[in-house]
């Protein structure tokens, strides 16, 4: 069993900034890769940033590219979410998501809002 605690979210305007943060239970954190999702209101969750086990690699939506900055300390057990540049699209409910053995674990999310 993992546990995911996300924290951080909040209402933000447009340009500002937020910093999100994930908190994970598992003994075996620092060999897994991490990723954040979202999901907005009449959307399906989609695929946000990701970050290898070591931190060396990092994938970025489009969307977000330039914006976020994820990463990741092993000695924590977290993985955070930097987020500059924001826009009322970023809108939504973020959540943390680790993959064991083919299982997806997802975190209870934390609310985005950015005001325009």
């Known amino acids: 069993q993992v546990q995911l605690v996300e924290s951080g979210g909040g209402l933000v305007q447009a340009g500002g900034s937020l910093r999100l943060s994930c908190a994970a239970s598992?003994?075996?954190?620092?060999?897994?890769?991490m990723a954040w999702f979202r999901q907005a209101p009449g959307k399906e969750r989609e695929f946000v940033a990701s970050?290898?086990?070591?931190?060396?690699?990092?994938y970025y939506a489009d969307s977000v590219k330039g914006r976020f900055t994820i990463s990741r300390d092993n000695a924590k057990n977290t993985m955070s979410l930097q987020m500059n540049s924001l826009k009322p699209e970023d809108t939504a409910l973020y959540y943390c998501?680790?993959?064991?053995?083919?299982?997806?674990?997802w975190g209870q999310g934390t609310q985005v809002t950015v005001s325009s």
């Open positions: 970050i290898t086990w070591s931190g060396r690699d990092t």
């Open positions: 598992s003994r075996t954190f620092s060999s897994l890769t």
């Open positions: 998501n680790v993959e064991i053995g083919g299982t997806s674990y």
